[in-house]
């Protein structure tokens, strides 16, 4: 009678060994399963990465892309054109204001975009170019009234685009909005938005820049931007730098365009 209970545990023992075995087996299956599927996603991932460099279009894509709303296929010259889904679109917004981004309720008080830059951003070659889009750009906007009733789109300054919004998102999505239109529709994935208060904060962040100063006119703010000198730029000049520009003086929004450049 013992006997046969011995034999009862170690076949119980068994048993148990083969189940625990086989859940282990099994959950080496679903893991492999698992890691299969995220690798091979990935691959295609990288795939549709890399066939997006070329940008071409065959005729079968062409079709496809024609059949869907808001394609994405512009068409110059005779010639037909669609993103390159490698790329990432990122608007960078530098506003007029100072001291902490605030959120205004009234309409047309938030500031005006000095800057804007639209990052192009290669995520397989893990390159970046910046196109700089001038700030009297003339284009539609959207307009509001000074209680934020919308009032439709009309042809001002691109910079205005901002004002109407709320200093915030609204602003940064006003401001999104105009430019993707201005683009031809073109898909912006984020944006980002400073005032002139972060410019001495960054550029002194990176331990400053050193530029020649390529015009006059700058040493009326600070002495030592003389036109050919060479200067490492602190904080504050490097505002200076970015941003001086003769009022009485037609263009001058344009031509410093050429300093931001050259920072």
Request: charged letters at 25%; aromatic letters at 6%.
């Amino acid at each position: 009678m013992v006997e046969k209970t011995e034999n009862d545990k170690k076949q119980n023992k068994f048993m148990h060994s083969k189940l625990f075995i086989a859940v282990i087996s099994l959950c080496v299956l679903i893991a492999a399963i698992l890691f299969i599927n995220f690798s091979y996603n990935l691959y295609l991932d990288k795939k549709k990465a890399e066939a997006g460099i070329s940008g071409e279009i065959g005729g079968d894509d062409l079709e496809a892309a024609s059949g869907k709303a808001g394609n994405g296929v512009i068409e110059l010259d005779g010639k037909k054109y669609r993103r390159n889904t490698a790329i990432r679109a990122i608007l960078c917004i530098g506003v007029d204001t100072q001291g902490e981004m605030e959120s205004y309720q009234a309409s047309g008080v938030a500031g005006q975009a000095d800057g804007l830059f639209l990052v192009a951003q290669d995520m397989a070659r893990d390159t970046v170019k910046i196109l700089m889009i001038p700030r009297d750009t003339m284009t539609e906007i959207t307009l509001f009234d000074l209680m934020g009733n919308e009032l439709g789109k009309d042809t001002q300054h691109l910079t205005l685009a901002f004002a109407y919004g709320d200093g915030k998102e609204k602003s940064c999505e006003l401001m999104k909005e105009a430019v993707s239109d201005l683009l031809f529709g073109l898909k912006i994935d984020g944006y980002l938005a400073g005032n002139t208060s972060s410019i001495g904060l960054l550029n002194d962040e990176v331990g400053g820049v050193t530029v020649t100063i390529p015009v006059d006119g700058l040493e009326k703010r600070d002495p030592e931007l003389v036109k050919g000198r060479e200067v490492h730029l602190n904080g504050e000049q490097a505002e200076i730098f970015v941003r001086y520009r003769d009022i009485t003086v037609a263009q001058t929004a344009i031509s410093r365009m050429d300093r931001q450049k050259q920072y």
